[in-house]
Nanobody
Framework: QVQLVESGGGLVQAGGSLRLSCAAS????????VGWFRQAPGKERTFVSA????????YYADSVKGRFTLSKDNAKNTLYLQMNSLKPEDTAVYYC?????????????????WGQGTQVTVSS
């Protein structure tokens, strides 16, 4: 059973940066896809980005491409999301998710494990 814990959220002004972390306990991510989703109030949970852990293949939503970057620390079994040039529309709860079948998918139902989420608020 994989347990995911997100951290790094907070309040930032538009144009600023934050780095989110997703730390896993239990099985390593070595054969998983690990991704980030976000959910704004009153809206559906949407895909942000994902990585195929072993191959390093990445996938970004168009809305964050060029601003957000994934990186990973194999030894710590931790995924990072560097978020630059933040916009008010990036405001949401950000969730880390893991898919043991490594499908590099962009829909939430492909992911079996979820963290509790971390709030990101971008002020204008």
């Amino acid at each position: 059973q994989v347990q995911l814990v997100e951290s790094g959220g907070g309040l930032v002004q538009a144009g600023g940066s934050l780095r989110l972390s997703c730390a896993a306990s239990g099985p390593t991510f070595s054969t998983y896809t690990v991704g980030w989703f976000r959910q704004a109030p009153g809206k559906e949970r949407t895909f942000v980005s994902a990585i195929s852990w072993r191959g390093g293949y990445t996938y970004y939503a168009d809305s964050v491409k060029g601003r957000f970057t994934l990186s990973k620390d194999n030894a710590k079994n931790t995924l990072y999301l560097q978020m630059n040039s933040l916009k008010p529309e990036d405001t949401a709860v950000y969730y880390c998710a893991a898919d043991p079948r490594n499908r590099l998918a962009n829909h939430p139902y492909s992911y079996d494990y979820w963290g509790q989420g971390t709030q990101v608020t971008v002020s204008s």
